[in-house]
């Protein structure tokens, strides 16, 4: 069993940045593929970036392209999200997720995922 806590959201204004973390517990995260999803008021949970457990291949969403990186330190057991340029629409629940997977697979659906974390808040003022 794998339990994720996200730590790192809040309340910033329009253009500036934020880093969320994701801390992984239970067992290693060693050889699991991760992921960063949202979800806004009334809306469906949608997918913002992932990262494969080899070699580190990245995918993000194209809404947060050039602007969200996501990084992992697999001696930490803990995943990141870099978050600049901050939009109002970037305002949601941030959730972190992950799934067991060796391989360079970069994880985009949510389904996929067996662990998630509680979610953090981040929201963004105009």
């Known amino acids: 069993q794998v339990q994720l806590v996200e730590s790192g959201g809040g309340l910033v204004q329009a253009g500036g940045s934020l880093r969320l973390s994701c801390a992984a517990s239970?067992?290693?995260?060693?050889?699991?593929?991760m992921g960063w999803f949202r979800q806004a008021p009334g809306k469906e949970r949608e997918f913002v970036s992932a990262?494969?457990?080899?070699?580190?291949?990245?995918n993000y969403a194209d809404s947060v392209k050039g602007r969200f990186t996501i990084s992992r330190e697999n001696a930490k057991n803990t995943l990141y999200l870099q978050m600049n340029s901050l939009k109002p629409e970037d305002t949601a629940v941030y959730y972190c997720?992950?799934?067991?997977?060796?391989?360079?697979?970069?994880?985009?659906?949510?389904?996929?995922?067996?662990?998630w974390g509680q979610g953090t808040q981040v929201t963004v003022s105009s």
């Open positions: 997720a992950a799934t067991v997977s060796r391989t360079v697979a970069v994880i985009l659906t949510p389904e996929e995922y067996t662990y």
């Open positions: 239970g067992r290693s995260a060693a050889g699991f593929a």
């Open positions: 990262i494969s457990w080899l070699r580190a291949y990245t």
